[in-house]
């Protein structure tokens, strides 16, 4: 069974705090995502990276940087976080190439006060 | 980049009924479609995709229609159970491509 482990479930943090989400996957998978999930909005995809050290940005980056040093991790910073980005965050991994099929984390539930 | 856009955003239907979910798409070159399932509290899931080279496919009480002269998509579910209840996201990506964008997801209530 494909296992993407999100680090962290439940996450409150404080407004201009640095906040890492981390994502690890299991399969060798040369694609890992990251997407945010808000109610009426559906997934949104924040970046996505297709290989190690390599990453592209979605339809929403801004306020958001990424990291893949090794190719099992994804991980999603918050610069300086702010209460819009109060949200739930899935990360996500797939094969190389298009057409194959994505596996998502549990979610990592993000409060910012 | 790909727009997907999904209607309708809430659907409650009568147990046995069925269930129909509309997704278009902006982006000719996209080739795959995937449907997700996502259970509340619990991570999305594939239930079923499709490929451009077919215009149907089904599995069991679930098909998946394709129109790409028009550019939409359907998610059709037959004898609808409880279990059904959830929601469910539509997705466009190309074949040789890397990303993949979802619709904002239709939360479906199927009543006993």
């Known amino acids: 069974d494909v296992k993407v482990t999100q680090s962290s479930r439940y996450l409150v943090k404080r407004t201009g705090e640095k906040v890492f989400l981390e994502c690890v996957q299991d399969?060798?998978?040369?694609?890992m995502f990251w997407y945010r999930q808000d109610p009426g909005l559906g997934l949104r995809l924040i970046y996505f990276?297709?290989?190690?050290?390599?990453?592209e940005k979605g339809d929403i980056p801004e306020g958001y940087s990424v990291s893949r040093e090794k190719k099992e991790r994804f991980s999603l910073i918050l610069e300086s976080a702010s209460t819009n980005q109060t949200s739930m965050y899935l990360c996500?991994?797939?094969?190389?190439?298009?057409?194959?099929?994505?596996?998502f984390g549990e979610g990592s539930w993000l409060t910012v006060v | 980049g790909e727009n997907v856009e999904q209607h309708p955003s809430t659907l409650s239907v009568q147990e046995g009924d069925s269930a129909v979910i509309k997704c278009t798409y902006s982006d000719s070159a996209s080739n795959y479609f995937p449907w997700y399932k996502q259970e509340l509290g619990k991570r999305p899931q594939l239930i079923i995709d499709?490929?451009?080279?077919?215009g149907e496919k089904k599995d069991q009480r679930i098909a998946v229609t394709l129109n790409k002269t028009a550019k939409h998509f359907s998610l059709h579910i037959t004898e609808t159970q409880p279990e059904d209840s959830a929601v469910y996201f539509c997705?466009?990506?190309?074949?040789?491509?890397?990303?993949?964008?979802f619709g904002a997801g239709t939360r479906l209530t199927v009543k006993p």
């Open positions: 499709i490929r451009s080279n077919v």
């Open positions: 399969m060798d998978h040369e694609n």
């Open positions: 996500a991994s797939s094969q190389g190439g298009g057409g194959n099929t994505i596996y």
């Open positions: 990276s297709y290989d190690v050290k390599m990453k």
């Open positions: 997705a466009a990506s190309i074949l040789n491509g890397n990303d993949m964008r």
